[in-house]
């Protein structure tokens, strides 16, 4: 399965030949148990787990202002927000669906472009996301009201977070096949469930707006 | 290169969000945009300098718009202008008067055409709204179990008001700091100095009243629960805040419009 991404044009590089840097390695990399080299995920967990953990402390301590830019075109802050997840969940759907044909798991649907359908679906949802985050931490903060709130907040920082590791994590080659179904599908586990405690609450407590 | 577009992405997103918390951080209360006590020939420069550093040296998200948060006293009328002009149309008074009560509460009336209206608030626990004249500098206002009465003399305001059986005395004065972004924005006028929770809010229970201070800091009380409680100062470029979760939507007192 994991050969479908690298369309096995690149080989995995063989075991070292040395035993020398093997027996290094082992000392390094105590999970020992990865039969092969696999690339270190450390780095975008941790630099994914910073990004959530920043965006909550700063969400938090910041006081929240209340002031953010507009966006032209809507009657209050809120629905433009409520518009711009609206559309991030779409892509990150069209996410879900490409992602589930490159693998293979539509049947046999699994058109050529469905990698670039994926890339740039997700490209626009985050880009939309983006916007919306810095009302939500600039103008709002962490909050924890009520559940759903706390909720929001949490699962916003895991996104952003988790969005961060997705990124630094494409780039590495001969990835255990489950890695990056795993990490995608947190990615778009946390922005559903942020649009559901967002826009779909906002839908059916005030409607639908513009 | 192709190794590159996820890293790319990252890094046009953290740009976006860059430049959108600079804004973010410029847009200012229409009180502030004086900026009489401030420095206004630092604001100036500074906008630009901000925006470079950021999207200079933003490769992570989260690694600048801590440092912003002195900005949001900045402003910047361009900018301010463009996100206002988007939302609610402009409109103005012709006069705001914003002085205390005895009792340490803040007042402010605000006059169209002889007509005025008035809000009263200690920002803790205590509202009280009022309408009614001003004409000849006589100020005479009446709100529920309330009376309003004052004299203006130059540009001083004076009087007393009762409200039950409890009398308070008042001075105002005028407030036109805002009239030149007015004149800016909409010709001649004032903005207005009184904010409201619209009826579309107040039918739903909710009521909310603030006042735009010539600091530019505001006062206000939010009605949560048929409970007083502070209100959370209002977001000048959407007349909006966010108490306990829920969006409150305000819009400027202008006397004689209802």
Redesign the interface.
Known sequence: MSQHRQGGARTMPRRAPEPMVEVLRDFGDPPSSAPRRRPSLLVPLVVGAGVAVALGVYGRTHTPTGIAVNVAGFSSPLTVKVWLGTGAAFFAVIQLLSALSMWGRLGGFSPSWAGAAHRWSGRVAFLLTVPVAVHCLYALGFADYDTRTLLHSLLGCFFFGAFATKMLTLPKRGLAGWVLPTVGGLVFVALIGVFLTSSVWYFTTFGIQF | MK?????L??L??AV??AV??T???Q???PGTQPAAGGAPPAAAPAPPAEVEADTDAEV???AA??GE?PG?VDSSPP?DSD??S??TEVTTVEQNWIGQLENGATIAITVKNGKAEAYVCDGRSMELWLSGTVRDGKIELTGQDAKLTGVIRGDRASGEMIVGVRRWKFTARPDNTSADEAVVKSGPGTAPAIYRVTDETRKAGFDGGWIMLRDGTQIGIVTWNGQPIPA???????N???V??V?L?AEPVIPGVR
């Open positions: 190794r590159l577009t996820p890293l992405t990252l046009s997103g976006t969000a959108l918390f804004m973010s951080a847009a200012s209360p992570d998200p989260d718009p801590p948060e949001d900018t996100p206002s988007a939302g959370p100062p209002l977001d000048p470029a959407f909006s805040t966010v306990n979760g969006t939507v």
